[in-house]
């Protein structure tokens, strides 16, 4: 296969990874607080579309919008009972916090999907060009990871709600003594967060197999995207993602796949070593 498509194909997937860390450095940057019960949610979203799809026949591009809106409101349940009392506790409180409900999650999970790879049988067909030939729903996910990039943005920089928390992410006193209400503004952004995470999930789906365990994987490359795009940079984390992508694209056509996550990881530790902020700048 020629080195653009492996190139192509690890852009596309880069855009699915950039929503998934966009989740992640999105509750960071607001809160800093660390969720570590990020993966296990990406994967409730990839069986929400597998039993939505499965069982009531709905396309795993509309079961995407139904899971957005559990998404958002799960995270702000998860918020409510697990993170409030702890927000301004030491960064190890909330770390236990989130890891307790990344356990009950996939201790629940388990239980009822078991570990059995599931897989959401749906096609759009292919487009080829020479070498290149693209799945259409790759192609489909990474113009969803750019339309919803596009709706965040546009919430976070033209809408009130979006202005609080921004407001909020910069200096949580001065917005209170503004009369903003942070504790619901926490809430919202520890559910978009959420939401974001159960999008990504949805859309990996459509091309991926999955279990309960396997959110931990988009997790961890979550954390190495946070890095390269700046912790607390939202939108740096879909560029974040594209290099990510375009690296796990590129080292298969030289070397074995196992050596993947090495390389990754080694770029992870120079990144954290030459510029800690991240290539794109961490939040201010």
């Known amino acids: 296969m020629d080195i653009f498509a492996f190139l192509v194909d690890g852009l596309l997937i880069g855009f699915v990874y950039g929503i998934a860390a966009m989740g992640l450095t999105l509750i960071w940057g607001v809160m800093n607080v660390i969720n570590l019960s990020h993966g296990p949610i990406i994967a409730l979203g990839s069986f929400g579309v597998y039993i939505l799809f499965t069982q009531f026949g709905m396309n795993p591009y509309?079961?995407?919008?139904?899971?957005?809106?559990?998404?958002?409101?799960?995270?702000?349940?998860?918020?409510?009972?697990?993170?409030?009392?702890?927000?301004?506790?030491?960064?190890?409180?909330?770390?236990?916090?989130?890891?307790?409900?990344?356990?009950?999650?996939?201790?629940?999970?388990?239980?009822?999907?078991?570990?059995?790879?599931?897989?959401?049988?749906?096609?759009?067909?292919?487009?080829?060009?020479?070498p290149i030939t693209v799945l259409g729903t790759r192609l489909t996910a990474a113009l969803a990871a750019v339309l919803v990039t596009g709706a965040l943005y546009f919430f976070l920089y033209r809408?009130?709600?979006?202005?609080?928390?921004?407001?909020?992410?910069?200096?949580?006193?001065?917005?209170?003594?503004?009369?903003?209400?942070?504790?619901?503004?926490?809430?919202?952004?520890?559910?978009l967060g959420t939401m974001l995470a159960a999008i990504a999930g949805s859309l990996i789906a459509t091309f991926f197999p999955f279990t309960i365990l396997s959110g931990g994987v988009y997790e961890l490359k979550s954390f190495v995207i946070g890095v390269l795009g700046g912790l607390g940079n939202p939108l740096g984390a879909l560029a974040g993602g594209l290099v990510l992508g375009t690296l796990e694209g590129i080292i298969p056509k030289f070397l074995p796949t196992t050596w993947v996550?090495?390389?990754?990881?080694?770029?992870?530790?120079?990144?954290l070593l030459v510029r800690p902020t991240g290539l794109f700048g961490a939040k201010k």
Not at 261 to 268: A, C, G, Q
């Open 62 to 130: 509309l079961a995407l919008l139904v899971m957005a809106v559990v998404g958002l409101l799960l995270g702000m349940l998860i918020y409510v009972i697990a993170i409030h009392r702890v927000i301004d506790a030491p960064h190890l409180s909330t770390l236990l916090a989130t890891f307790s409900v990344n356990m009950i999650i996939i201790g629940i999970g388990t239980t009822i999907f078991t570990t059995t790879p599931r897989t959401v049988d749906f096609s759009l067909g292919s487009i080829s060009a020479g």
């Open 159 to 191: 809408t009130t709600p979006g202005k609080f928390v921004r407001a909020v992410a910069n200096n949580r006193a001065a917005a209170e003594l503004m009369g903003i209400p942070s504790s619901r503004i926490l809430a919202l952004s520890f559910g």
């Open 261 to 271: 996550p090495v390389l990754e990881f080694i770029f992870f530790i120079v990144i």
